[in-house]
């Protein structure tokens, strides 16, 4: 099983600050995605890094790919309540996708 | 693009009985399939992931299987449910690099 770990677990911001979760791993993927997730409903694609280094910019979300291709980083710059929910990021190997633990966020208006 | 149907999206079922959820997919031919488990705000268990037509792989040793009966038919299944069986199962499907998901059913054994 490969295993990722997020932090925070939990974030609760005021609007307007700025962000970053982490992802990391001891493993090394072929491609790295970034999900977000509301209460009762499935994850939804933001991005998808494939390249060591890379770093992908949505908007106000930066995504970048570490070097060795092991670990990730998402900011939010300028965060909205619309940015509020459950970010998971996902390593792919061969056929399969492993999840990290999730970092909850919550934007305070 | 891929359009993922995932059905029922709540289920209520007792101790000791039969599962079926049933994941279909459209709009892609012979995808990746999966069976995800979720625990409320963490990230996501694999549970079985299947590459073609009744080809299945588990992931996790549990009281659950899994069945590819078509290429783009996915059926999460068990004989006899737990109490530890509940929790939040999504199906997911990867037409290339990257998975998508259904709505997810929210599974409650009582």
């Known amino acids: ?109 | 693009s891929q359009t993922i149907h995932q059905w029922p999206a709540t289920l209520v079922q007792p101790v000791g009985s039969p599962l079926s959820l049933e994941c279909t997919v459209e709009g892609t031919s012979n995808p990746n399939l999966y069976w995800y488990r979720q625990a409320a705000g963490r990230g996501l268990q694999l549970l079985f992931y299947s590459v073609g037509i009744g080809q299945i792989s588990s992931e996790v040793p549990q009281n659950l299987s899994a069945s590819r009966p078509q290429d783009r038919q996915f059926i999460l299944s068990s004989k006899k449910l737990l109490l530890s069986d509940s929790g939040f199962y999504l199906c997911g499907c990867s037409p290339n690099t990257e998975a998508f998901f259904g709505q997810g059913t929210r599974l409650t054994v009582v």
């Open chain 1, 1 to 109: 099983t490969q295993l990722l770990e997020q932090s925070p677990q939990f974030l609760s911001i005021q609007e307007g600050e700025n962000l970053t979760v982490y992802c990391n791993s001891s493993s090394v993927f072929s491609s790295l995605q970034w999900y977000r997730q509301e209460p009762g409903e499935g994850p939804v694609l933001l991005v998808t890094v494939v390249t060591g280094g890379e770093v992908k910019k949505l908007k106000r979300l930066t995504f970048q790919f570490g070097d060795a291709r092991k670990d990730s980083s998402l900011h939010i710059t300028a965060a909205q309540p619309g940015d509020t929910g459950l970010y998971l990021c996902a390593g792919a190997t061969g056929n399969q996708f492993y999840f990290g633990t999730g970092t909850s966020l919550t934007v305070i208006p």
